[in-house]
């Protein structure tokens, strides 16, 4: 695997030397707690960690998706092609769910600048229903142009937690100024944007989250992460444990009802795959927002953008865990989302694999660190 930093300005990872001793019960008591203003509070607190039932005869599915990264950060630019106006939208690593609606923005503020009504969206992932929604607000006619959909878009696979700072959205060592300002856009304004979606029809709801091993750096962006608290816990494992709120956003629900959403506004969609710029002259539109994701880097040539496989192992429902949590493990990160349609559980990041095919021997290694982390938190 290609030795690049996954980590955000804001937000970086230090994580911390941890031994393998298992927790004391289901609950763990909080010596002292940081909260979100710098107070220390020295009382006791318990957390219940209701337990994931982790064994493999539980394992419903195993999926796998492409992250599209690159390492200078997503691209948000307007260039000409021919007498057409394509307005760039894609690289967002593993933070496309919760960029979307920020870099959606964005991109619809340039293209307003072309005085047009009609537009062409290419793609029809996260982004691209992003951005096309945000056009047929504006009153504009949208016609998506896509050769998959949801739900076998890249999107579909996503956790999704939200958080601008996830796994490779860019390397700090290759970004300008002129990318962070448009990334802490995007992500003010995703993060505000989301909150209208909370609910049972979008799919989307807040939860808690745990940082097992107290591993991020908040300086600065504690705002997007409310009710941030850092506990000092008496499991060997995880003497310090974060803890905040995050929003979940169920991709096969959300991404239904942006389609919905879409197809109510007038929308059309035509299932259609483009092999090179040149096809992008026959659309009728003059503008040509692309949102392709990976698409991107053979339909314009883009050498940075790079896939970062990420595969996941979904285990039956359980509709009692109502938390989730990342840990540091020896190889990569172990994360555990709890969605409707199964557990879900990562922790897989392998830059510039190509392959869909799931690895069975990730698949063991998922599950093995997730019994541990179950047997710690649990016992
Ligand atoms: C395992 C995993 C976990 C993730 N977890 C999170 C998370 O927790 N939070 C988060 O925010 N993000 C997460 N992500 C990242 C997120 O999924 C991506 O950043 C996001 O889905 C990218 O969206 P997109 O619309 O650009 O791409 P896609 O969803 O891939 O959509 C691209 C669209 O373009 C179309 N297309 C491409 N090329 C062509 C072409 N030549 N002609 C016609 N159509 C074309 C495709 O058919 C598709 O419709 C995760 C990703 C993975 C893989």
């Not at 769910?97 to 293209?111: E, H, I």
């Not at 793609?123 to 998959?148: H, N, P």
Request: charged share 15%; glycine share 10%; aromatic share 12%.
């Amino acid at each position: 695997m290609k030795k690049e930093s996954f980590i955000v300005r804001r937000n970086f990872l230090k994580i911390a030397g941890l031994t393998a001793v298992l927790g004391p019960s289901l609950s763990f008591s909080s010596r002292q707690s940081i909260d979100n203003y710098g107070f220390r509070n020295n009382e006791l607190q318990d957390i219940n960690f209701k337990p994931v039932n982790v064994s493999p005869d539980r394992v419903i599915r195993t999926v796998v998706g492409l992250r599209p990264y690159r390492q200078s950060g997503f691209v948000l630019k307007s260039e000409r092609l021919n007498d057409k106006t394509i307005i760039h939208n894609y690289g967002h690593g593993g933070a496309g769910m919760s960029l979307s609606w920020g870099t959606a923005k964005l991109a619809v503020d340039m293209a307003l600048q072309r005085g047009e009504t009609s537009f062409a969206v290419l793609g029809c992932g996260v982004i691209g229903l992003s951005t096309a929604r945000l056009l047929q607000q504006k009153g504009f006619d949208v016609t998506i142009y896509a050769k998959d959909l949801p739900l076998n878009t890249t999107s579909n696979v996503s956790g999704a937690l939200w958080g601008s700072g996830n796994f490779f959205v860019y390397n700090e060592n290759q970004v300008g100024h002129e990318f962070l300002s448009q990334f802490d856009q995007a992500t003010t304004i995703s993060y505000r944007a989301f909150q209208d979606f909370v609910g049972i029809n979008y799919g989307v709801s807040w939860i808690k989250h745990y940082n097992l091993g107290g591993f991020f750096n908040f300086a600065g962006s504690k705002i997007f992460y409310p009710g941030f608290k850092e506990l000092q816990t008496s499991i060997t494992d995880y003497s310090t444990i974060q803890q905040y709120n995050v929003m979940l956003i169920e991709p096969a629900i959300y991404l239904n009802a942006l389609m919905n959403d879409f197809y109510v506004a007038g929308g059309s969609l035509k299932v259609r795959q483009f092999n090179s710029t040149q096809d992008l002259i026959s659309l009728h539109e003059n503008v040509i927002m692309n949102c392709t994701g990976m698409g991107s880097q053979k339909l314009f040539n883009d050498k940075e953008l790079t896939p970062v496989k990420g595969q996941m192992s979904v285990l039956l429902p359980q509709s009692e865990i109502n938390y989730s949590y990342v840990s540091p493990s020896s190889n990569n990160l172990l994360y555990m989302i709890p969605r409707k349609d199964g557990i879900l559980l990562g922790g897989n990041a392998i830059a510039g694999d190509w392959s869909l095919e799931a690895n069975d021997q990730e698949n063991k290694r998922i599950l093995d660190g997730h019994m541990k982390i179950a047997k710690t938190l649990g016992s």
